[in-house]
C-alpha cells in the first residue's frame, strides 16, 4: 500500500527556521506537494516537486530526495500567521492526478 | 479569477437522513475532485472526474455514497443515507488536469456533522 509519514505536530518561535518532514513509501511516485490550511479553512498550494533537489519560494523552500522518499518543508522567518496544517501529499503514475495525501503537521508559532 | 465554489458551507442531519453537496469549479478546469477530510487527518479522495466522465471512484462508498458532474462542469456529490462516521469536512478540487498541470485548487468545503 501507500504510505505517507509526518511529524504531527511542531512548536517554533517567530522568527525561527522550522523544518517539517515528510517520508513516503509508494510505487509508481511522480511528484509532491506541500499544502498549508489554516484551521478551517481549504488547503493552499505551497510547493511541488517532481525532481530532486530544493526549491525556493519567498519564506518557503521545499526538498525532495526521490531515492530517499523523502521531503522536507523549510519555512524561515516564522510568523504567527504561518500557524497551521501543513500536508504533505503524492502524485502517483496510476492515479491519474488525485492527490494522496499524509495526516498533515499542525505547526504552532509563538511570540 | 473566481475560486472553487462550494455549498452549503455548513450542514447538520441526523444520522439515516440524505444530504447533498454541490461544487462548481474554477472555469476551464476540466478534472474535479471530491475529497474526504475527517478532523486531524489529511484529506482523502473519493472521486475524481475528468470532464462529465468517472476516473477514479475506488475510494468512494458506493453504497450510500454517489456523484455527478452533468455537462462537465458542476458536480453534486450525495450522501444516502448518512451514517455517524460520515461527519467530516467535504472538499471539492479543481485543476487543468494532465495536460495543464498537477495543481489542486481547493473550495471552501462542507463541514457535515451527523448526529
Known amino acids: 500500500g501507500q504510505n505517507i509519514d509526518q511529524p504531527t505536530e511542531m512548536t517554533a518561535t517567530e522568527g525561527a527556521i522550522v523544518q517539517i518532514n515528510c517520508t513516503y513509501q509508494?510505487?509508481?511516485?511522480?511528484?509532491l506537494f506541500w499544502y498549508q490550511q489554516h484551521a478551517g479553512e481549504a488547503p493552499t498550494f505551497l510547493s511541488y516537486?517532481?525532481?530532486?533537489g530544493l526549491e525556493e519560494k519567498g519564506r518557503f523552500s521545499s526538498f525532495l530526495s526521490r531515492s530517499k522518499g523523502y521531503s522536507y518543508l523549510l519555512l524561515k522567518e516564522l510568523q504567527m500567521k504561518d500557524s497551521a496544517s501543513y500536508l504533505c501529499a503524492v502524485i502517483l503514475r496510476q492515479a491519474g492526478t488525485a492527490l494522496i495525501f499524509g495526516k498533515g503537521t499542525t505547526l504552532s508559532v509563538s511570540s | 479569477e473566481a475560486g472553487v465554489a462550494q455549498s452549503p458551507r455548513y450542514k447538520i442531519i441526523e444520522k439515516r437522513q440524505s444530504v447533498a453537496f454541490w461544487c462548481n469549479p474554477i472555469s476551464g478546469h476540466a478534472t474535479l475532485y471530491w475529497y474526504q477530510q475527517i478532523l486531524g487527518q489529511g484529506p482523502k479522495l473519493l472521486i475524481q472526474?475528468?470532464?462529465?466522465?468517472?476516473?477514479?471512484d475506488s475510494q468512494l462508498p458506493k453504497d450510500r455514497f454517489s456523484a455527478e458532474r452533468l455537462k462537465g462542469v458542476d458536480s453534486t456529490l450525495k450522501i444516502q443515507p448518512a451514517k455517524l462516521e460520515d461527519s467530516a469536512v467535504y472538499l471539492c478540487a479543481s485543476s487543468l488536469g494532465l495536460q495543464g498541470g498537477y495543481e489542486q485548487y481547493f473550495g471552501p468545503g462542507t463541514r457535515l456533522t451527523v448526529t
Open positions: 472526474f475528468q470532464n462529465n466522465g468517472v476516473v477514479d
Open positions: 509508494t510505487s509508481g511516485f511522480n511528484g
Open positions: 516537486n517532481v525532481l530532486d
